[in-house]
């Protein structure tokens, strides 16, 4: 008896499963031109058209994809910089003329102050290489 309502319960949900399966084919599609916000792509789907994102069809280079992705890396590298330069100046506050606690907070200024050479060192590279590659004689 158990096996038999097992078996009748099995077989429900996957009668279920496969006709939920199937019925997704049989819609209509969906009207684009109706919708505001949407077009319908080459292979028929219909998508969003305001996401900001570039276009895939290519009129946007990838140059302008990485010079977003950089100017995004950049801002929050900025953001750290100055959370790092906080911290390090409210460590030195609060050492309170204990000369290690001083001398930890210099410290790691000084690795701040490292890290944002570095950062704006490699957008110095990035930016040589792009006007290089550009043909431009100007920097």
Partial sequence: ???KIKNTILFLVFASGLFFALS???QAA???SA???FVLDPSGVCVPSTTGLPDPAGSDPVATILINVMQWLL???GVAAIIAFIISGLQYIMSTGEQTAMEKAKR???YSII???VGLAGLLIVMAINSMLA???TF
Avoid: D, R
Wanted: with cysteine; net charge positive.
């Fill in 35 to 37: 919708t505001p916000g």
């Fill in 75 to 77: 801002g929050i590298f």
């Fill in 24 to 26: 997704g084919g049989m």
């Fill in 108 to 110: 790691n200024m000084l």
């Fill in 135 to 137: 043909g431009s004689t």
């Fill in 30 to 32: 969906p009207n684009c």
């Fill in 1 to 3: 008896m158990k096996n």
């Fill in 115 to 117: 890290g944002v050479a």
